[in-house]
């Protein structure tokens, strides 16, 4: 059976009066801006801004685990304002992202800088991808699946977008669901335990995976419902599921379908678009594995990694050459969301602890690599207390030696000829200003220290 995305493509929407569809139920509030009807006629609506610019790089760290703090790790890594990550032992080493969120950032936050805009994007029918990127334990499933009490990004992506269709009065919408893994460069549907091994394929419209089980959601508890059933079946599936779910890329997507509310709208233009919500493996290194097995998996992990890292790197850079799509399942099967006019997120979680510092650099790296924003000169001045109490002990000293050669000048020096009653007054007088601004900066420095201990 043919799957419902090739029947509902590009203006043959195969929607009948049986489809489920959305009828606006509440006023619309703080989306009216964003999604205003309007923005789907616009002329320019969909279009996506430079190539550049539709990628954002950001880095999110997260706090010192319980068990590391124990352990007595310290800080390796920190985020110095809020694009720039910094090392602290070299403090020449600094890279700059779109957004670096701090450990107490909430995933809410996370979600209104890196996300909200490829949401609503997707919902006005242009693709979005969003990444968790990061080695095992940084908090990438903390940041896509996040918990009850903290609702990570595709929770939040799926309250949005059914946010945003009650608020779109003049469009009704279709949206359907896949959920799938790829593990050791294989397929697997999560919502369809018996879709083991997919092929990917290719049509006019782009990739698509061959059999994927495709469900029609109608509400956000709907949706997470069958990403629960998914995540149970990878559970059930593997014998060791940390392992499992640190060696494979988990893909959420989440298929939109809109077209004017009317009630005769042959002709009318059906807008179709993806969001991937992507929870990738453990970026970590495989150099240490010393069985088959694990060096095979961390073989494909890092091929994958090391080709979306390309990938993107090519869309960030906007150069029309070759971009290496084929050489991963999972850059080929996001091939259609990621070429083109799609707004891609890459958010690199990392642990700020010292004994992942090299992993954490990596990453930093791979982010860099992705998208290579340069550190503003200004930004990249430490003013810091450290340096401001430097640039006051130099003053001090400086004003100290001018004091000692103004008092030499008057007490030692051989009497000059026009070295006149008034003169002496006048040298005595700056002799008094130099102590008095001497001693306020002392004071001011004093005082710095006492107001930050
Ligand atoms: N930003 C964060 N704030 C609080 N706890 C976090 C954060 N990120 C991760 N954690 C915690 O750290 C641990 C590892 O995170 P997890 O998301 O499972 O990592 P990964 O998926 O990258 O292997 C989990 O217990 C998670 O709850
Ligand atoms: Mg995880």
């Known amino acids: 059976m043919a799957s419902p995305r090739r029947n509902a493509s590009h203006g043959e929407a195969a929607r009948s009066d049986s489809s489920p569809t959305y009828?606006?139920?509440?006023?619309?509030?703080?989306?009216?801006?964003?999604?205003?009807?309007?923005?789907?006629?616009?002329?320019?609506?969909?279009?996506?801004?430079?190539?550049?610019?539709?990628?954002?790089?950001?880095?999110?760290?997260?706090?010192?685990?319980?068990?590391?703090?124990?352990?007595?790790?310290?800080?390796?890594?920190?985020?110095?304002?809020?694009?720039?990550?910094?090392s602290e032992h070299n403090p020449n080493i600094a890279y700059a992202y779109d957004r670096v969120f701090g450990p107490t950032t909430t995933t809410q936050q996370v979600y209104d800088v890196a996300a909200q805009h490829v949401v609503g994007g997707a919902m006005q029918g242009i693709n979005g991808t969003i990444f968790a990127y990061g080695v095992t334990s940084s908090g990438k499933t903390h940041t896509m699946h996040g918990d009850q009490r903290s609702p990570g990004i595709i929770p939040l992506a799926v309250k949005d977008a059914f946010g945003i269709i009650q608020e779109t009065l003049n469009r009704e919408f279709l949206l359907r669901v896949s959920y799938l893994e790829i593990y050791n460069e294989v397929v697997n549907d999560l919502l369809n335990p018996a879709g083991k091994n997919l092929r990917i394929r290719e049509d006019l419209q782009g990739t698509f995976v061959e059999g994927i089980k495709e469900e029609v959601v109608l509400s956000p508890t709907h949706v997470l419902s069958l990403i629960a059933a998914g995540e149970e079946h990878r559970h059930i599936g593997s014998t060791n599921f940390n392992l499992l779910s640190s060696r494979s890329h988990t893909i959420f997507t989440l298929t939109v379908e809109s077209s004017p509310f009317c009630e005769s709208n042959e002709g009318e233009t059906v807008t179709f678009s993806q969001l991937n919500l992507i929870d990738l493996a453990g970026s970590e290194s495989s150099r240490a594995e010393t069985t088959g097995a694990r060096r095979k998996e961390g073989s494909y992990?890092?091929?994958?990694?090391?080709?979306?890292?390309?990938?993107?790197?090519?869309?960030?850079?906007?150069?029309?050459?070759?971009?290496?799509?084929?050489?991963?399942?999972?850059?080929?099967?996001?091939?259609?969301?990621?070429?083109?006019?799609?707004?891609?997120?890459?958010?690199?979680?990392?642990?700020?602890?010292?004994?992942?510092?090299?992993?954490?650099?990596?990453?930093?790296?791979?982010?860099?690599?992705?998208?290579?924003?340069?550190?503003?000169?200004?930004?990249?001045?430490?003013?810091?207390?450290?340096?401001?109490?430097?640039?006051?002990?130099?003053?001090?000293?400086?004003?100290?030696?001018?004091?000692?050669?103004?008092?030499?000048?008057?007490?030692?020096?051989?009497?000059?000829?026009?070295?006149?009653?008034?003169?002496?007054?006048?040298?005595?007088?700056?002799?008094?200003?130099?102590?008095?601004?001497?001693?306020?900066?002392?004071?001011?420095?004093?005082?710095?220290?006492?107001?930050?201990?």
């Not at 690599?369 to 640039?391: G, P, T, V």
């Open 301 to 453: 992990i890092n091929k994958s990694l090391l080709t979306l890292g390309t990938v993107i790197s090519k869309l960030t850079d906007g150069k029309a050459t070759h971009v290496p799509f084929r050489n991963s399942k999972l850059t080929r099967l996001l091939q259609s969301s990621l070429s083109g006019q799609g707004r891609v997120s890459l958010i690199c979680t990392v642990t700020p602890a010292s004994s992942n510092s090299e992993e954490t650099h990596n990453t930093l790296k791979f982010a860099h690599r992705s998208k290579h924003i340069e550190i503003q000169a200004l930004q990249n001045k430490i003013i810091d207390e450290k340096s401001l109490i430097k640039k006051y002990q130099s003053e001090i000293r400086q004003l100290r030696e001018e004091l000692e050669q103004l008092k030499r000048g008057i007490f030692t020096a051989t009497p000059l000829k026009d070295v006149t009653e008034d003169n002496i007054i006048l040298w005595k007088q700056k002799v008094i200003l130099f102590l008095l601004s001497h001693l306020m900066l002392y004071g001011f420095v004093v005082f710095h220290f006492i107001y930050h201990a």
């Open 23 to 86: 009828t606006p139920a509440t006023p619309r509030s703080r989306f009216a801006a964003e999604f205003s009807p309007e923005a789907f006629d616009e002329p320019g609506a969909g279009e996506a801004p430079s190539a550049k610019e539709s990628v954002t790089a950001t880095v999110r760290f997260r706090p010192l685990s319980s068990r590391e703090i124990r352990q007595g790790e310290e800080i390796a890594w920190y985020a110095d304002g809020e694009t720039i990550v910094r």
